[in-house]
C-alpha cells in the first residue's frame, strides 16, 4: 500500500506507524592489503628511539689473482654510503559517535566505527609501499599501460630480476583485478603443465613462474591503468614504529565518544634492482 493511500494519510508523517531499523548496516567494501606480505619489514627490530634508520650498504668485492710476494690490495666490507628509512608517515582517522546515537541503535556503531578506523589507517600504509612500484628498476616497467598482460611481459620481468641475481624465494606478483582477468587468457597460468595448482580447479590465485600472485585495488594510478609490480620483499622496507592503535576518547561535555586509530611508519626502497613496474590494463 502506498504511504498517500492511508487513511488517515498522516499516519506515518505523524509517527503512529514506527521505523524499524535493521540491526545489520551496509558494510563498506574494503581491498585486499597486501603490503606486509610482499615487502621486508624486519628492519623495524632496528627501531628502538629516533626517527631514522641508517642502513650500510656492503660492497661487493672481487677476486683477485695471487701475486707471490706482493699481498693482494685490501677491499672495504662497507661502500661508505647508507640508506636511511626516514620514520615520517603519521596518520590518524577519527570518527565520531555522539552518546544517542550509540544509545538508541541497534548496531554496535562503536565496534563498527573501530574498524573502520582500522581499515582506514591500514589502507594507508599499503598505499605508501604500493606508490613505490612505479621506481623500482629506475622507473623501467613491462607492458604498456591501458594494454593487457602477455606471457613476453612476465617473462621479461622474471629475467631482468634473474639477471640481476635477485635470489627466487621471496618473490611475488603484484596485481590489480584486470591483471588477473588477463591471466586467465594465459596458459602458464591456468594449464597444470605449468604450475601444480591450476586457477581453474583450484580456485586460488595460485603461482605464476613460481612466485606467488596478490591482487588489490589499492595500487597507484599510472594513466589508463595502474602500476603493478614483480618484486623480492627486500626491495622495499617499511618500518611501522607504532602499530595501528585505536583508542575510544570520551567527550561527555560534547556528549560523544571519538574512536580514533593512529600510525607512524616509514617506507623506502632498499633494492632498486629487486623489482621491477607491471604495467596493467585498467585503473
Same mark, same amino acid.
Given at each position: *500500500?502506498?504511504?498517500?493511500?492511508? !487513511?488517515p494519510?498522516?499516519?506515518?508523517?505523524?509517527?503512529?506507524?514506527? &521505523?524499524?531499523?535493521?540491526?545489520q548496516v551496509?558494510?563498506?567494501m574494503?581491498m585486499?592489503?597486501? #603490503?606486509?606480505?610482499?615487502v621486508?619489514t624486519s628492519?623495524k627490530?632496528?627501531?628502538k628511539r629516533?626517527?631514522?634508520?641508517?642502513?650500510?650498504?656492503l660492497? &661487493? %668485492?672481487s677476486a683477485?689473482?695471487?701475486? $707471490?710476494?706482493t699481498p693482494? =690490495?685490501?677491499q672495504?666490507?662497507m661502500?661508505?654510503?647508507k640508506k636511511?628509512i626516514?620514520?615520517?608517515?603519521?596518520?590518524?582517522?577519527?570518527?565520531?559517535?555522539?552518546?544517542m546515537?550509540?544509545l538508541q541503535?541497534q548496531?554496535? $556503531? *562503536?565496534k563498527?566505527?573501530?574498524?573502520?578506523?582500522?581499515?582506514?589507517?591500514?589502507?594507508?600504509?599499503d598505499?605508501t609501499?604500493?606508490?613505490l612500484f612505479?621506481?623500482?628498476s629506475?622507473g623501467?616497467?613491462?607492458?604498456?599501460?591501458? @594494454?593487457a598482460l602477455?606471457e613476453d611481459?612476465?617473462i621479461? =620481468?622474471k629475467?631482468?630480476?634473474? &639477471? #640481476?641475481?635477485? %635470489?627466487?624465494?621471496?618473490r611475488?606478483? $603484484?596485481f590489480d583485478?584486470? @591483471?588477473? =582477468?588477463?591471466?586467465?587468457?594465459?596458459? *602458464?597460468?591456468v594449464?597444470?603443465?605449468?604450475?601444480k595448482?591450476?586457477v581453474?580447479p583450484?580456485?586460488?590465485l595460485?603461482?605464476i613462474?613460481?612466485s606467488?600472485?596478490f591482487?588489490?585495488?589499492?595500487l597507484?594510478?599510472? @594513466?589508463?591503468?595502474?602500476?603493478? =609490480?614483480y618484486?623480492?620483499?627486500k626491495?622495499? #622496507?617499511l618500518v $611501522?614504529?607504532?602499530?595501528?592503535?585505536?583508542? !575510544?576518547?570520551? &567527550?561527555p561535555?560534547?556528549?560523544?565518544?571519538?574512536?580514533l586509530?593512529?600510525?607512524l611508519?616509514g617506507v623506502?626502497e632498499?633494492?632498486?634492482?629487486f623489482?621491477?613496474?607491471?604495467l596493467?590494463?585498467?585503473s
Amino acid at each position: *500500500m502506498a504511504i498517500s493511500a492511508r !487513511i488517515p494519510n498522516l499516519a506515518d508523517t505523524a509517527g503512529f506507524v514506527p &521505523e524499524v531499523w535493521s540491526a545489520q548496516v551496509i558494510d563498506v567494501m574494503q581491498m585486499n592489503l597486501i #603490503a606486509s606480505n610482499v615487502v621486508d619489514t624486519s628492519w623495524k627490530k632496528d627501531l628502538k628511539r629516533g626517527d631514522t634508520i641508517n642502513c650500510p650498504i656492503l660492497n &661487493e %668485492p672481487s677476486a683477485v689473482e695471487v701475486t $707471490v710476494g706482493t699481498p693482494g =690490495a685490501v677491499q672495504d666490507i662497507m661502500t661508505g654510503t647508507k640508506k636511511q628509512i626516514l620514520i615520517d608517515q603519521w596518520y590518524e582517522c577519527p570518527i565520531v559517535i555522539d552518546d544517542m546515537t550509540d544509545l538508541q541503535s541497534q548496531v554496535d $556503531v *562503536m565496534k563498527e566505527a573501530s574498524s573502520l578506523s582500522a581499515y582506514a589507517i591500514n589502507k594507508k600504509i599499503d598505499s605508501t609501499v604500493c606508490a613505490l612500484f612505479s621506481a623500482l628498476s629506475g622507473g623501467t616497467g613491462y607492458g604498456t599501460d591501458g @594494454s593487457a598482460l602477455t606471457e613476453d611481459v612476465l617473462i621479461a =620481468a622474471k629475467e631482468e630480476l634473474d &639477471e #640481476a641475481d635477485v %635470489p627466487a624465494d621471496g618473490r611475488a606478483w $603484484v596485481f590489480d583485478p584486470s @591483471s588477473i =582477468a588477463d591471466l586467465y587468457k594465459i596458459d *602458464m597460468f591456468v594449464r597444470n603443465d605449468y604450475v601444480k595448482d591450476g586457477v581453474i580447479p583450484s580456485g586460488k590465485l595460485g603461482q605464476i613462474l613460481g612466485s606467488p600472485i596478490f591482487i588489490t585495488n589499492n595500487l597507484t594510478v599510472n @594513466s589508463t591503468g595502474n602500476y603493478g =609490480a614483480y618484486l623480492h620483499k627486500k626491495a622495499i #622496507a617499511l618500518v $611501522v614504529q607504532a602499530n595501528p592503535k585505536g583508542i !575510544i576518547v570520551p &567527550e561527555p561535555l560534547k556528549h560523544q565518544n571519538t574512536i580514533l586509530t593512529h600510525a607512524l611508519w616509514g617506507v623506502l626502497e632498499m633494492r632498486d634492482t629487486f623489482g621491477c613496474p607491471i604495467l596493467t590494463r585498467k585503473s
